[in-house]
């Protein structure tokens, strides 16, 4: 049975990041902490060569690839971008305590997203149309072994919701330049929606 591997990486540090900010979909870049802590992961990890990447389409994440898998193919999703936090976008959550609406928001839910945001549900349904377009070309192009750079949310999303073993989502948060590889069958997404998780990514080098 032909299997397909993923390395799903959360993206690197940004501004908003340190600040502590919601930046869903706040198209920032990384910084410079953000770059420097992919280069020495670089070092002290190893991230196996792959045969195309695909990306969410901001910055962050362009350039986390441009890093980590540099002069290899990639291909921007936009099913791949962070939620849309709405009108909490670029607000640190001390700021919105006070807030009706950001109370609201945080008892959490599928059907209840921030004002002028998405909701948790839209990010499921944008999490299964990224998974079914990446296995299709994939699957169309002969690829065995590809790597996914997207955010937390979306990585947490997508394993808990898809991925087995069964786990809790906060049991999937990873670091910044970190997450998971997984491992798919053509029968398996097609019968079950489901895919095997291996296990964090990446992996000490060696000699470390």
Request: with cysteine; charged share 25%; aromatic share 10%.
């Amino acid at each position: 049975m032909k299997g397909y591997r993923l390395q799903l990486i959360r993206h690197g540090i940004t501004q908003g990041n340190l600040d502590g900010k919601y930046i869903g979909v706040t198209d920032l870049p990384l910084c410079k902490q953000g770059a420097d802590e992919l280069y020495e992961k670089i070092e002290k990890y190893d991230y196996p060569a792959v045969q195309k990447v695909y990306t969410s389409p901001l910055k962050r994440c362009k350039q986390t690839a441009n890093i980590l898998y540099p002069n290899r193919y990639t291909a921007e999703l936009g099913p791949l971008a962070e939620m849309n936090f709405g009108i909490f976008e670029g607000k640190k959550a001390e700021e919105l305590m006070d807030d009706p609406n950001y109370k609201k928001f945080i008892k959490g839910g599928l059907d209840n997203p921030a004002p002028n945001g998405e909701s948790a549900r839209d990010v499921v349904n944008r999490s299964f149309e990224a998974l079914n377009i990446i296995i299709s070309d994939m699957m169309y192009e002969g690829l065995t072994n590809c790597a996914v750079i997207t955010h937390g949310g979306i990585i947490m999303n997508m394993l808990s919701c898809f991925g087995l073993p069964k786990m809790e989502p906060n049991e999937y948060a990873c670091d910044f330049g970190e997450g998971f590889e997984i491992l798919i069958s053509a029968s398996m997404w097609q019968r079950s929606n489901a895919f095997e998780i291996l296990g964090r990514f990446p992996y000490k080098k060696e000699n470390e």
